[in-house]
């Protein structure tokens, strides 16, 4: 495979971007090697710069559900740059993105739009603090948020003890009221709750978590956390940037048959622009500005461009539910693949997946928390990887991610990534 091309555009972009890349998993530090820079995309691929073609598994990490460039979103697009780019003054798509958000999900009454995953969990935070007029929240190990002060904890910290911080820039001040615990691990809750109860704003937690490999709740882990923050006064918090609109059009919340207190979305909801949310009932969103105290702006924030393509994305899928059972199929279908391609071969994995969300483990054993995700050989990830790509299948470079399937890939395509995965596995096993 050759690679030249994007060689010599990293080695360009190492020069002024730190790093060569504008987010830190896309420099493929983790499979050491160099990313192919990737020049355009269409339906169920990506091309590189020097001309290869992959499968894409990634999808832009998540919000490319339909593929790329999907004929309906392109030409909606089209209609709408003509007539300018943003106003910085309320639009009727705006609404219309809400209506549909409204309709879609019973948690949710008011919904405010932002530019990223990261703005719509800190603020939703900050609406927790502000509405319950208490300062701590809880997010679990293993467990990604975006990259705002309070949300950066280094997991693995004991159960009861507060976050420190995983960043240089975070000062411990900001940390302080962060608590972290463990994922699946209701007991652990449980303990903080008892010592903490009363002073804690929020829960948040990724329902099927999709950052460290993909790892779903248990419905009693689902349950009891409804159950106790209901107890002690405190918000839950679901955060679906990644799952929200993949795993079921209502969400990961419809699958585990709970009503956070607010929800954060990002990813599919903007359809490969910048977009994020987060709503719930009237009574807590109405402590927002400019209606209440707690504030919030943004000055792209609902821009037409980011709607159109976000709406035309969630109106494809809410008109055809069958994407769902779609992909969801092709999902299964390739666990079953890798699953008996791994057996065949000695190689030992542990698969996860919902719906179109999967991860393949190499490890033993069930993953349901972030201790067991660790267990992972990550070098062997690599090497798969590495092989995949050369192959002409493009996974997420990091063990710790999700594979993401769209409705623009086919069966054939599948087969095709279960042929690849049987020669990459051979090499992981050499
Ligand atoms: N929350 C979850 C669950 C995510 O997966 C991500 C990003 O991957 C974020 C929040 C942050 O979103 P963004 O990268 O748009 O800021």
């Known amino acids: 495979m050759n690679l030249e091309k994007s060689k010599t555009l990293f080695r360009g972009a190492k020069e002024v971007i730190p790093g060569g890349v504008n987010s830190p998993v896309r420099a493929f530090s983790s499979v050491k090697m160099d990313p192919p820079f990737i020049k355009r995309g269409e339906g169920a691929y990506i091309y590189d710069e020097d001309g290869n073609k992959y499968i894409d598994y990634v999808g832009s990490w998540g919000p490319l559900i339909l593929g790329h460039c999907h004929p309906e979103v392109v030409?909606?697009?089209?209609?709408v740059v003509e007539m300018g780019t943003s106003f910085g003054a309320p639009t009727a798509i705006e609404t219309k993105m809400a209506q549909l958000i409204v309709e879609?999900?019973?948690?949710?009454?008011?919904?405010?739009?932002?530019n990223s995953g990261t703005e719509a969990t800190m603020t939703a935070l900050r609406l927790?603090?502000?509405?319950?007029?208490?300062?701590?929240?809880?997010?679990?190990?293993?467990n990604y948020h975006g990259h705002s002060d309070s949300l950066l904890i280094k997991a693995g910290s004991g159960a009861l003890t507060h976050g420190v911080p995983n960043s240089p820039g975070v000062p411990e001040d900001v940390v302080k009221n962060t608590i972290t615990?463990?994922?699946?691990?209701?007991?652990?809750?449980?303990?903080?709750?008892?010592?903490y109860g009363e002073d804690i704003a929020a829960v948040i937690v990724e329902p099927v978590a999709g950052n460290m490999g993909v790892v779903p709740m248990t419905q009693e882990f689902a349950d009891g956390l409804r159950r106790i923050t209901e107890e002690y006064g405190s918000l839950l918090i679901f955060d679906e940037v990644m799952t929200g609109f993949r795993l079921a059009f209502e969400g990961a919340q419809s699958l585990y048959n709970i009503t956070p207190d607010l929800t954060c979305y990002s990813k599919v909801i903007g359809g490969g622009l910048p977009v994020g949310a987060f709503g719930g009932k009237k009574e807590i969103m109405s402590q927002m500005s400019p209606i209440g105290p707690v504030y919030q702006a943004g000055t792209l924030s609902g821009n037409p461009l980011a709607?159109?393509?976000?709406?035309?994305t969630l109106k494809i899928l809410k008109e055809n539910p069958q994407i769902y059972e779609e992909i969801n199929k092709k999902g299964q279908r390739l666990e079953e693949g890798l699953k008996e391609h791994a057996k065949a071969l000695g190689v030992k994995a542990s698969f996860n997946r919902v719906g179109s969300m999967l991860c393949m483990f190499f490890t033993e054993g069930a993953v349901e928390d972030f201790e067991a995700a660790l267990t992972s050989d990550t070098e062997k990830y690599a090497v798969y990887f590495k092989s995949m790509l050369q192959q002409g299948i493009y996974l997420a470079p990091s063990q710790f991610e999700a594979t993401f399937i769209s409705a623009a890939m086919t069966d054939?395509?599948?087969?095709k990534t279960l042929e690849a995965a049987y020669h990459a596995l051979e090499e992981v096993k050499r």
């Open 104 to 114: 879609a999900i019973p948690s949710i009454e008011m919904v405010r739009m932002v």
């Open 307 to 312: 709607m159109t393509a976000g709406y035309t």
């Open 412 to 415: 054939e395509d599948i087969e």
């Open 181 to 195: 615990a463990k994922y699946n691990d209701l007991e652990n809750i449980e303990k903080i709750f008892k010592v």
């Open 128 to 142: 927790a603090r502000g509405y319950t007029n208490r300062s701590k929240i809880v997010k679990f190990n293993g």
């Open 75 to 79: 030409k909606n697009l089209k209609e």
